[in-house]
């Protein structure tokens, strides 16, 4: 098998890309035009020299970054690949244990070439073991993606033994490659994992296979603290602008005694990219977070709110300034007045 990779828009490799979809009925921010049909993106990668930028291709298309990096778990399968789907809501069912971790994503690895991919995303019920395309109902939310080609199979493996400790995902349509070991962590992953110490929670470094540095910070369900303002504010030593799925209890924005306070993003106007959008977060199913000073970026699969403090769950947190920049601009720390 050729070498798994992030794929870009051109079905390129790339070292790392990001994928901000649209929700539907997102209102043009100046009154004039149609609404969003839910299925148009932003993206941005490595190689990107310019902000966020409205895709071409849309999510019902079958092209496109997303597709063309999924797509390589389709047709010749040789042994040596193999996978890990995870979502705290699997595909064609409604029975989901609320216990294992609020996280989703893939992991693709092969032996032979000693690659791997990670996604980390927001989607309920995607991806389909069958089949890589975008769930038609799920197009009514905002959701973040974020694709990382990683340095070999070995960084998969940390992140994976991570996972174990921490999010114990809720995995699904698996697939174990000939020869991996009983004890592997990719193998361990696939399973019934039920941690019932309170481990602190871990944040790892890990590079791309271009050098690009990332850090993997998760925490389980036992923790019980936020995580945003009692976590990642704290390891990254900053304040954060956060934009998730927000409905129950919040946690506070003030983490006592320190300065890592949290900012709750009240809606997206897309203006400064050259996008006629705006909306509120309540069409946001997005979970991403950035530094109100320094240039981190944390895009995540778990929530600010204080039934997430009792679920495991996590984000990749690394810093780029042309990303970080473009967020800043779109994000609106007070109401819209749409």
């Keep these: 098998m050729a070498t798994l990779n992030a794929l870009n828009e051109d079905n390129k490799p790339v070292d790392w890309w990001f994928i901000y979809k649209l929700p539907h009925a997102a209102k043009p921010a100046d009154g004039k035009g149609k609404e969003s049909t839910g299925y148009e993106y932003l993206y941005l990668d490595a190689e990107s020299d310019k902000p966020l930028a409205l895709s071409p291709h849309t999510l019902d298309q079958g092209v496109g970054a997303l597709h063309h990096t999924v797509n390589q778990l389709r047709g010749d399968r040789p042994a040596s690949l193999g996978w890990v ?20 994503g ?20 995607y991806v389909h073991p069958d089949t890589p395309d975008f769930p038609e109902d799920e197009m009514k939310y905002g959701q973040t993606y974020l694709c990382v080609t990683l340095k070999d199979v070995d960084t998969a493996r940390a992140i994976a033994t991570q996972m174990i400790h921490q999010q114990e995902p809720q995995t699904y349509g698996c697939r174990v ?3 991996l070991g009983s004890d592997d ?18 944040s790892i470094p890990f590079e791309s296979r271009g050098g690009a540095k990332f850090h993997a910070i998760q925490k ?19 304040c954060i602008d956060v934009e998730t799925w927000r409905r129950g209890t919040l946690a506070s924005t003030k983490d006592a005694g320190v300065d890592h306070d949290i900012a709750d993003v009240l809606y997206l106007n897309l203006e400064s990219l050259g996008v006629n959008y705006e909306w509120h977060y309540t069409k946001d199913h997005a979970k991403w977070g950035i530094g109100e000073e320094k240039d981190w970026v ?18 990749i947190a690394f810093q780029h300034k042309l990303l970080w920049q ?5 994000e609106r720390l007070k109401n819209s007045p749409a």
Excluded at 85 to 104: A, L, Q, S, V
């Design 85 to 104: 789907f995870y979502n705290d809501e699997i595909p064609d069912t409604t029975k989901n244990n609320g216990r294992k971790g609020h996280t989703k």
């Design 326 to 330: 473009s967020l800043k601009d779109v």
């Design 177 to 179: 490659p000939d020869g």
């Design 220 to 238: 389980n369900r036992h923790w019980n603290d936020d995580f945003w303002n009692d976590l990642v504010g704290p390891k990254l030593d900053v």
């Design 185 to 202: 962590p990719l193998r361990m992953v696939t399973g019934n994992i039920d941690v019932n110490d309170p481990d602190d929670p871990t």
């Design 106 to 125: 893939l992991i693709v690895y092969d032996t032979r070439s000693d690659s791997a991919v990670w996604v980390l995303h927001s989607t309920p019920r």
């Design 298 to 315: 944390c895009v995540a699969d778990i929530n600010r709110d204080t039934s997430q403090e009792k679920r495991g769950g996590g984000t």
